[in-house]
């Protein structure tokens, strides 16, 4: 089996983590931006981030058998501090590297008019720069959300099939599908989809676009909710060609857009010496 986590924050998880994917069968993952959970004050400490995304946290998943590639945006929470809103200024430079596969995550976490402006703002900068874009629904007033996200999306630019609404379920599904977009369902232990609801998704609404991932953030998740709800499709009567589907190719044919996904195999954890700035995921030799 192999699998594709589409949106998941290793910044958060620990080298274990990795190690535990490996050997679950995932070889790709996106980590898209986002917010910390600690209040960012400047655009240096973004800048500092986003330099992460696309080094270190690259070769620290590499390390471990693992493609890194990651989405860049300043993010809903965040769009309403006026102290971070200067990030918008120095996005383009960052949406030209390699290894960022799409805008994200953008939309909405309180539905406020200054992030319906930043929102607007990075589904114009996806279009400049011929990216997809990974739009993050509210935890709160989710329909409305979903409703008033479509309604940007339909607004701007950007072509439907570039667009993958995330964070959704039973209630808000079929407006995303009815949209064109590609849908996204994180999976988690306690909130948002579970894997038997997943299934069950699946199961009414098929398997085209859709994009299923665990998120795995700083909150309690679980980096496994992708192998889990693999296990839960077979268990369902799903196929394996199924599950490869919604847990690999979907996720390739919709980063794939970006002309930047780096597929190529690699090795397991081998304890390389290999660094990066200096650094190694080593720790000191035994003593």
């Known amino acids: 089996m192999r699998i594709f986590d589409p949106h998941i924050h ?17 070889r790709a993952l996106v980590e898209p931006a986002f917010w910390l959970g600690q209040p960012r004050t400047t655009v240096g400490s973004f800048k500092d981030y986003f330099d992460a995304l696309i080094g270190w946290e690259r070769f620290r998943a590499a390390q471990f058998g693992i493609r890194h590639h990651c989405t860049i945006a300043l993010n809903p929470k965040e ?11 120095i996005l383009p430079r960052y949406l030209s590297k390699d290894g960022v596969v799409a805008v994200g995550e953008v939309g909405y976490d309180s539905m406020t008019p200054e ?23 509210p935890h709160r007033d989710k329909l409305a ?7 940007v999306v339909a607004e701007s630019k950007i072509a439907p099939e570039f667009v993958a609404v995330d964070h959704l379920n039973e209630v808000t599904v079929k407006l995303v599908k009815d949209a064109g977009c590609w849908m996204g369902f994180s999976i988690y232990p306690d909130t948002k989809m579970d894997e038997d609801r997943m299934v069950a998704i699946l199961k009414e609404y098929g398997t085209d676009k859709v994009l299923v991932n665990s998120a795995a953030d700083w909150g309690r998740s679980d980096p496994l ?12 009567g799903f196929t394996e060609s199924d599950v490869d589907k919604v847990l690999w190719q979907n996720p390739v044919d919709f980063y ?24 190694s995921v080593l720790r000191g030799g035994r003593q």
């Open 145 to 151: 959300g979903t409703r008033r996200t479509l309604d």
């Open 79 to 89: 769009a309403n501090d006026p102290r971070c809103t200067p990030v918008l200024d």
């Open 225 to 236: 909710k992708t192998y889990k709800t693999a296990q839960a499709m077979l268990s369902a």
């Open 256 to 279: 794939g857009q970006s002309g930047r996904l780096v597929l190529d195999e690699l090795p397991g954890f081998s304890a390389s010496t290999e660094t990066f700035a200096g650094n």
């Open 10 to 26: 290793m910044t958060s998880r620990t080298t274990d983590d990795y190690e535990a994917m490996f050997a679950a069968g995932v």
């Open 115 to 137: 992030e319906d402006s930043a929102f607007a703002s990075q589904l114009e900068m996806a279009v400049e720069h011929e990216l997809p874009a990974l739009v993050h629904t």
